[in-house]
């Protein structure tokens, strides 16, 4: 376990694989201190061979555990004398499939990871956050959050709920003088997707994939920018604006491209 040594520092969940770790490796490669957490030890331990131990504290955290969250962050703090220049919630698990097809519990699962689980870090870390002049509270949020989108209704419903958040949060935070921005994806070349989804993805448009160094690109900009959300790409925020402006057409439009939906379904069967 390094300590940051007035290096600048992040604090990244799921950074064992896709956006989180090369999130992990983008802020090392620039000078930064990086705590990476996940429920991925193995992941870990290779991240941390990468970055190389002086520069980073690593550590097993399931982020629905809000004592061992807060556990983490002390732990953190100690390394980093009490600062936390990012803190980026940025795990996030889905499952596919019609609503009222899933069990329950895998509904509930999803709500624990990808909107408690940054409730937890949030509310773990603002001590931090609030000790750290400029600081950035970053969360991943999702294309998904533009329109509820079928197949996905759940992961869909948690990614609006963490994009109201950071709205919310990024004036209440004011007083403090900590931003508050996340990220809105659109299809990321990451373990995350669906066997096969890489392949099915269009190869232009908003939906077409992209690499995950695109998103870590982008956190680093943020925490350089008073922006509020990021689309990942850009056009996204097109879809973003149809979805305000016109929530019916947006809906047929969804509904016509149903088939993406029925084989995510059918490959729960
Ligand atoms: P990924 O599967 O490569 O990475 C997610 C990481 O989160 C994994 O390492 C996983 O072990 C970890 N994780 C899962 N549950 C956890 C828990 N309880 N506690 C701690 N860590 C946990 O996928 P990714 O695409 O890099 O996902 C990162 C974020 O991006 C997620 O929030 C995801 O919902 C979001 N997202 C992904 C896409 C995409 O197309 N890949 C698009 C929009 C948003």
Same mark, same amino acid.
């Given at each position: #376990? ?20 090369? %999130? ?59 600062? #936390? ?45 609030? *000790? ?11 294309? %998904?959050?533009?329109?509820? #989108? ?29 931003? *508050? ?45 008073d922006k509020l959300h990021w ?39």
């Amino acid at each position: #376990m390094g300590t940051a040594n007035n290096r600048k520092s992040i604090f990244i969940t799921g950074a064992a694989s896709g956006m989180g770790r090369e %999130s992990a490796r983008l802020f090392r490669q620039k000078g930064w201190f990086v705590g990476a957490y996940d429920v991925n030890a193995e992941g870990l331990r290779a991240l941390e061979a990468e970055l190389g131990a002086d520069n980073c504290v690593v550590r097993r955290l399931d982020v629905t555990d809000k004592a061992d969250y807060e556990r983490a962050i002390a732990e953190f703090g100690a390394c980093t004398g009490g600062k #936390m220049d990012i803190l980026y919630n940025n795990a996030g698990i889905g499952v596919g499939g019609y609503f009222d097809e899933l069990p329950f519990e895998d509904i509930l699962r999803v709500v624990g990871v990808n909107f408690i689980g940054v409730l937890n870090g949030i509310h773990s870390a603002i001590g931090l956050l609030k *000790a750290t002049p400029g600081s950035l509270c970053f969360t991943t949020s999702s294309s %998904s959050a533009t329109y509820g #989108m079928p197949g996905i209704a759940v992961y869909s419903a948690t990614k609006h709920a963490v994009k109201g958040l950071t709205e919310a949060l990024s004036i209440e935070f004011r007083r403090y003088g900590v931003r *508050a921005a996340d990220v809105l994806p659109g299809l990321i070349d990451t373990a995350i997707l669906p066997p096969g989804t890489a392949e099915r993805a269009p190869k232009e448009g908003m939906f077409r994939l992209i690499p995950p160094i695109e998103v870590a690109k982008v956190v680093w900009e943020a925490y350089h920018s008073d922006k509020l959300h990021w689309y990942v790409p850009s056009e996204i925020a097109e879809l973003d604006k149809a979805a305000g402006n016109t929530p019916e057409l947006v809906r047929e439009q969804i509904s016509s491209t149903m088939t993406f939906a029925d084989e995510v379904a059918s490959e729960k069967k």
